[in-house]
């Protein structure tokens, strides 16, 4: 199905940056026009990705192992209004160790309103996937988004499906993600190396920008309106943004961490 239209912008030239090896293409024969869905798994699974990704001003950590869930390193938005969002995030496959699942480690877009949440982005999750190699993932939670590979149109989420997010967003994240079970050592985020390493070692996001309520086009999100998050700042961290006509850009990352590094 085609969506009935697209933000100005959103078809525009944005340069070559997108390149797939042909190792990487689906095996799995699909019907022209449509992509493979990985059904082998509980539908549940997927959603814990993004269940607890963003936390508004959670600036610092836990009290404890016990309930860890999901460690991030992002730049999140103010509360806002916001139809759309489009960036560039740099793909790596680190290896996660050894270690009883859930253990993964990612970067994803989310967008949400209220109770609703859409996110997409890569993933290594051998659970999941049943391999240690790097995949594309994209989940919604509860109840439309375009979504965009390069200039190739996936799909989208239909309208119907969402309650609070049906009209609108009011808070974008761009985010590192990783996770370990409860007493294990959790795995490297991003490239492994934090965001101090820099152009080609760390992990980034960059072109990042926004759709506000009051434009018409993807334009750079205000720097007075954004701030950093790190759960575990300690294990994981994000670098400063830097605003370009481009977009924002900014490294995230870091080696993971043992189970006494993380606790207070």
């Known amino acids: 199905m085609q969506p009935g239209s697209f933000p100005y912008s959103t078809n525009g030239a944005k340069g070559s940056k ?4 042909s190792v990487d293409i689906c095996k799995i024969e699909c019907p022209y026009g449509t992509v493979p ?3 082998s798994y509980m539908s549940s699974m997927s959603t814990r990705h993004f269940y607890n990704n963003i936390g508004h001003n959670d600036t610092g950590s836990t009290n404890g192992y016990e309930n860890v869930g999901t460690m991030m390193a992002a730049v999140e938005t103010e509360p806002s209004t916001f139809y759309g969002s489009q960036s ?4 790596w496959e680190p290896y996660l160790g050894t270690g009883r699942p859930p253990r993964y480690t990612g970067a994803v877009v989310v967008i949400q309103n209220g109770q609703s949440r859409i996110g997409a982005g ?4 051998p659970d999941m996937y049943g391999d240690n190699h790097t995949h594309f993932e994209i989940a919604w939670i509860w109840d ?4 965009l590979f390069g200039e190739e149109l996936v799909g989208y989420w239909p309208g119907e499906l969402f309650t609070d997010l049906s009209g609108a967003a009011n808070m974008i994240g761009w985010m590192g993600v990783a996770s370990a079970a409860t007493g294990e050592p959790f795995p490297p985020m991003g ?3 934090s965001p101090d390493e820099g ?5 980034f996001f960059t072109d990042v920008k926004v759709i506000y309520s009051s434009t ?3 334009v750079s999100p205000n720097l007075s309106e954004i701030f950093t998050s790190t759960t575990t700042p300690n294990c994981y961290q994000v670098g400063r943004p830097s605003s370009y006509d481009s977009g924002l850009h900014f490294y995230f990352g870091g080696a993971g961490c043992s189970p006494s590094q993380f606790i207070k």
Do not use: C, N
């Open 18 to 21: 997108i390149y797939i090896s």
């Open 37 to 39: 869905i990985l059904t």
């Open 88 to 91: 560039s995030i740099s793909v």
């Open 122 to 125: 890569w993933y290594v999750d």
């Open 144 to 147: 439309v988004w375009v979504l």
């Open 191 to 193: 490239s492994g190396y």
């Open 199 to 203: 152009e080609g070692r760390a992990a």
């Open 216 to 218: 018409s086009k993807f």
